[in-house]
C-alpha cells in the first residue's frame, strides 16, 4: 500500500514531506520520491530514489532543496512496474511541469497509455499513475482544477492521488477513489496525507476525503467538491489518538509494542461496550428487532482478520445458535454467495481498505444483504460504506503482522455472540454470566501471560533452527492453530503450515520427523485428550512438539518437549489467551533469525489492490 503525502504553505516543504514519509513507512514500500516547486523561480524539482526513506534522506542530503513550500511526496509498493528509480513517484507530465503521485491502480492504463502515445506523449516508467500526469497535461489549456477533473473522469479502478502544477504555485489539488486519503488543515498551511500518522505533528483538524471527492488546497484555503464539481461542505474530525502512539515506546519493534498493548486494548473495549451484563453494540446500526430476525451470518474476511472469523463462527453458533459461514474474502466475491434476506454479513478488517474484503462487502450489499463491519481504522472505506461499523478502537496497529487487531476482533465477536445469545435465549442466564465473567478477567490474564515472556522467548530461541512448522488445534482452537501459522511465516519466513488436529492422519503425519517443529495448540477443552493423543502419534515418529496448555497440566510434559502455559479460562475464550503466546512465538523467532518484524518481505499493511 502506497503512502502519500503533501504540503502546501510557508515552511520548507522537504523535510515536512520527508518526515511525513516516515511515519507511512509501515504501509510497507520499495522506493520513494519528494517533487517540489521552487519559491524563487518556479522550478519543479524531482528526486527519487529505490530503497528506503533513509536513501532518500541522503539524496536530498547530497542535493540541497532550494527554498519551496509546495510538495508532494510518496513512498511506493509496486503494483505496476519493477520496483525502481525511473518507477518511484511522483511522476510527470512531457513538460516536466505537472507532477503525480497516486496509491491504488489505475485499471484501464494500458488504453489510456495507447491513447496518449498517439497523441504524441512520451512515457519514461512502467507505471499506471504516469497517465495520468499525461492525462492532465493532455487536458490542460490553463486551468489546472478543470485539466485534472476532466483527467480524472477517465480513470477507472481505485485511486488516491496528489498533483501539484509548476503554472500554478499556489496550487495542491487531492483526489480519492477507493484508496484512502485524509486533508489536514493547519495556520497558513494544509497537508494531504495517506493516513493520520503522517501529519499528525502539524495538525490534528482533519477531513476524511470521501470517494468521488476532489480537494483544492491553498495556504490558507482547502475547497472540496465532487468530480463534477458540486461543492461539498466536508466533516472536520479531530484526531486524539497520541503521536507516541505511532512511536515505539521503547520497544524494540512496533509488533512487540502492539502485542504488550492488547491487556489494556481489550480493557478498554469491555469498560465501553460491557455495562454489567448489558451490551453496548454503538455503530451496529441495527435495533433488537432485526438482529432477533438474522438467520445467517456470513463472515468475510483476509488473512488475520479471517482467522478471526473462523473463531467467530464457533462462538456465535455455540452461544446463539445463529448459523454463520465464514469466507475468504477474494473467494466470496467470486463464488455466487447465497445471500437472504435475514443474511446479515460480517466484514471483518483491521484496515478498512483491503481490496478482496471491500469488494465482498460490496457484493454482498448489492444482493441485498444487511453488511457490518469491524474495523479498526476511523473513517475507513470499509466503515464509511457499510450499514453499522463496529469499531475496535484498538489504536494504530503500525506492525504489519496484526496482533492486537486480531484480538480486538475476536473480543468484538464474542461480544455480538454474547448479544445475539441474550436476544435468542441460546444459553442459560448461568452459562451466560460464567462467561462474561471470565471475559472481563481476560485482560488480567493477558498480563500474566506477558510477565512470563521470557520463557516464550527461552522457547522459540531454541527452536528457531526448524526449517518447517506445523501448527495443530481442534474446535475452536483450530483457527488459533491456523493464526499462529500465519504470524510464524509472515515475520519469519519459515514454511508453516495450520492444520486442524484431527486431519493429521489424512496427509500432515506424514510431515513428521525429528527435523519438524509441531506447535500444539492444547489447553483443557472437551477435545484436549483428543490433542493429547496426536501428541502421542507425533512423539512416536520423533516430532519436535511445543504445547500451548493450560497452567496446572503436569500430564502434558510427558507429551511435549516444551510447554507455554496460559491461565485456565472459559474452554470459549481459549483462543484470546493462546494468541499472545502464538504472537510471541513468531517474533522472537523471527528476532534470532534477525528478519525485518514490522516491514517483513514482500508484505503490506493492508493489501488495497487485488
Ligand atoms: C496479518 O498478520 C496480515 N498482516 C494480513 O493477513 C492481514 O490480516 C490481512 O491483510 C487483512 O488485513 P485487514 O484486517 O486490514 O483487512
Not at 520496483?83 to 485499471?107: F, Q, R, S, W
Not at 531454541?462 to 512448522?469: P, Q
Not at 485428550?529 to 519436535?544: H, T
Amino acid at each position: 500500500m502506497c503512502g502519500i503525502v503533501g504540503y502546501i504553505g510557508e515552511k520548507q516543504a522537504s523535510p515536512v514531506l520527508l518526515d511525513g514519509l516516515k511515519k507511512l513507512e509501515y504501509r510497507g514500500y520499495d522506493s520513494s520520491g519528494i517533487g517540489v516547486i521552487t519559491s524563487d523561480d518556479g522550478k519543479m524539482l524531482l528526486y527519487k530514489t529505490r530503497g528506503k526513506i533513509k536513501d532518500l534522506q541522503a539524496l536530498l542530503e547530497s542535493h540541497p532543496v532550494p527554498a519551496s513550500s509546495i510538495g508532494i511526496s510518496h513512498t511506493r509498493w509496486a503494483t505496476h512496474g519493477v520496483p525502481n528509480k525511473v518507477n518511484a513517484h511522483p511522476h510527470a507530465d512531457c513538460a516536466g511541469k505537472i507532477l503525480v503521485v497516486h496509491n491504488g491502480i489505475v485499471e484501464n492504463f494500458e488504453e489510456l497509455k495507447k491513447e496518449l502515445r498517439r497523441k504524441g506523449h512520451r512515457f519514461a516508467s512502467e507505471t499506471d499513475t504516469e497517465v495520468v500526469s499525461h492525462l492532465i497535461e493532455e487536458n490542460y489549456r490553463g486551468d489546472l482544477i478543470s485539466a485534472v477533473r476532466k483527467a480524472i473522469k477517465r480513470l477507472r479502478g481505485a485511486f488516491a492521488l496528489g498533483i501539484i502544477s509548476a503554472d500554478h504555485p499556489d496550487t495542491l489539488v487531492a483526489a480519492r477513489v477507493g484508496s484512502p486519503l485524509i486533508i489536514g488543515l493547519g495556520k497558513n498551511e494544509n497537508f494531504i496525507a495517506s493516513d493520520a500518522p503522517a501529519i499528525l505533528e502539524h495538525t490534528r483538524k482533519i477531513i476524511y476525503l470521501k470517494d468521488g471527492q476532489l480537494a483544492v488546497l491553498r495556504k490558507d484555503k482547502v475547497d472540496i467538491s465532487t468530480f463534477s464539481g458540486k461543492a461539498v461542505r466536508p466533516k472536520v474530525d479531530t484526531v486524539t489518538f497520541k503521536i507516541d502512539a505511532v512511536q515505539k515506546q521503547g520497544y524494540a519493534h512496533f509488533m512487540l509494542k502492539e502485542i504488550h498493548e492488547q491487556p489494556e486494548v481489550l480493557r478498554q473495549m469491555l469498560q465501553k461496550r460491557l455495562k454489567g451484563e448489558a451490551l453496548d453494540l454503538e455503530g451496529l446500526g441495527l435495533n433488537d428487532r432485526q438482529l432477533k430476525a438474522i438467520d445467517q451470518i456470513v463472515i468475510v474476511a483476509c488473512g488475520t482478520a479471517y482467522h478471526a472469523g473462523l473463531v467467530g463462527k464457533y462462538i456465535i453458533e455455540s452461544l446463539s445458535g445463529v448459523r454463520v459461514s465464514v469466507d475468504v474474502s477474494s473467494e466470496f466475491r467470486y463464488r455466487q454467495p447465497i445471500i437472504g434476506k435475514r443474511t446479515l454479513v460480517m466484514a471483518v478488517s483491521q484496515s478498512g481498505e483491503t481490496a478482496d474484503t471491500l469488494a465482498a462487502a460490496r457484493e454482498a450489499k448489492a444482493k441485498g444483504a444487511k453488511v457490518i463491519s469491524i474495523c479498526n481504522v476511523l473513517g475507513s472505506s470499509l466503515a464509511r460504506e457499510s450499514d453499522g461499523v463496529l469499531y475496535t478502537y484498538a489504536g494504530p496497529e503500525i506492525g504489519v503482522a496484526s496482533t492486537k487487531a486480531y484480538t480486538a476482533q475476536l473480543c468484538m465477536l464474542y461480544l455480538i455472540a454474547l448479544k445475539l445469545s441474550s436476544l435468542k435465549h441460546a444459553v442459560s442466564p448461568r452459562e451466560r454470566h460464567l462467561l462474561i465473567k471470565q471475559l472481563r478477567n481476560i485482560p488480567a490474564l493477558y498480563e500474566k501471560i506477558l510477565k512470563n515472556k521470557n520463557a516464550v522467548a527461552d522457547i522459540a530461541r531454541a527452536n528457531s533452527h526448524f526449517g518447517c512448522f506445523l501448527f495443530l488445534g481442534r474446535n475452536v482452537n483450530f483457527p488459533s492453530a491456523l493464526e499462529g501459522a500465519l504470524k510464524l511465516k509472515e515475520i519469519s519466513y519459515i514454511p508453516a503450515e495450520g492444520y486442524a488436529a484431527g486431519e493429521m492422519k489424512h496427509g500432515p503425519i506424514a510431515l513428521i520427523d525429528e527435523y519438524r517443529a509441531v506447535v500444539c495448540v492444547a489447553p483443557q477443552s472437551p477435545v484436549y485428550e483428543k490433542m493429547v493423543s496426536n501428541m502421542q502419534e507425533i512423539r512416536a515418529r520423533r516430532g519436535n512438539i511445543i504445547a500451548i496448555a493450560t497452567e496446572g497440566d503436569k500430564a502434558i510434559a510427558h507429551h511435549a518437549h516444551q510447554t507455554i502455559y496460559v491461565p485456565a479460562t472459559h474452554e470459549l475464550l481459549t483462543p484470546l489467551l493462546v494468541a499472545i503466546p502464538l504472537q510471541l512465538l513468531a517474533y522472537y523467532i523471527a528476532v534470532k533469525l534477525g528478519c525485518d518484524v514490522d516491514q517483513p518481505r514482500n508484505l503490506a499493511k493492508s493489501v488495497t489492490v487485488e
